[in-house]
């Protein structure tokens, strides 16, 4: 109860900050829907020119985008630390944290948190629905919405806890690095079917890195394609795995930071 009565007071806080500024709110908000709609303009230029992808449709993809772009919201809007090595270990701000009597990381992710990102979460649900009724999906709703959201929160988990152990490098060496965004371009493979990528990738973001139960494999249930099921079930597992590993190693290294100074 602690932890939800703190998360509640910065979403407060944060919130009276974000609307003293509501010009670069809306503006923040407008860039992020436009970047999602032009990957969806790139997939519609794809299937321009043929009209299956790996044995997908074009209204299939669009689904997989769709969905992808939910727990990718969700990520987006708690786990912004890209910059954890630059602000809080090269700047010392690590050690502000440590001071205070609650998680470390906890406090990180709600300093950083973007909450207008959640706005991404709504384009998906949006592009969900438009693909779905074109599929004609037959949805069941009394078992669905509860997979939908357990799948969701697996895909955010799986986001979350690759992000956070990149992180955990500055605990052992706190020189810049550029692995975070090299990262975020590899986590867009995850919006594609893992069909169009040879074996190697395929293993790669299956099991290494695993960003397909982001899109394709936790959506491939709401499409009925019974061979990927096994996958789709275990997004949440994954997700609970990987995150759980990475508040691991975060503990391990916040163990081991000495604090800034030369």
């Not at 790139?42 to 790996?54: C, D, P, Y």
Request: with cysteine; proline share 3%.
């Amino acid at each position: 109860m602690f932890y939800i009565k703190i998360f509640f007071q910065y979403v407060a806080q944060y919130l009276k900050t974000r609307m003293q500024y509501r010009a670069d709110l809306f503006v923040e908000i407008f860039s992020d829907l436009l970047f999602q709609a032009v990957n969806l303009i790139f997939i519609l230029v794809v299937f321009g020119h043929t009209n299956l992808l790996g044995g997908w449709s074009r209204d299939e993809i669009i689904f997989i985008y769709g969905f992808f772009l939910v727990p990718f919201a969700l990520f987006s809007s708690f786990f912004n630390i890209w910059d954890f090595n630059e602000r809080y270990i090269v700047k010392g701000e690590m050690d502000r944290i440590l001071t205070r009597p609650i998680h470390s990381l906890f406090q990180i992710i709600l300093e950083r948190m973007e909450l207008e990102s959640l706005f991404g979460a709504v384009t998906g649900l949006a592009i969900m629905i438009y693909a779905g009724i074109k599929l004609q999906l037959d949805i069941s709703w009394a078992l669905d919405p509860f997979l939908f959201i357990l799948f969701v929160s697996g895909g955010m988990f799986v986001y979350g806890g690759i992000f956070v152990m990149i992180a955990c490098i500055s605990f052992w060496a706190d020189a810049r690095t550029s692995i975070m965004p090299m990262m975020y371009n590899i986590g867009n493979y995850g919006r594609y079917p893992v069909d169009i990528y040879n074996n190697v990738i395929r293993f790669v973001l299956t099991w290494v890195l695993p960003f397909a139960f982001v899109g394709v494999y936790p959506a491939a249930y709401f499409l009925g394609k019974e061979e990927w099921f096994t996958y789709s079930f275990l997004t949440p597992v994954i997700g609970i795995v990987f995150f759980g590993a990475s508040i691991f190693i975060w503990n391990s290294g916040v163990k081991r930071y000495r604090g800034a100074g030369n």
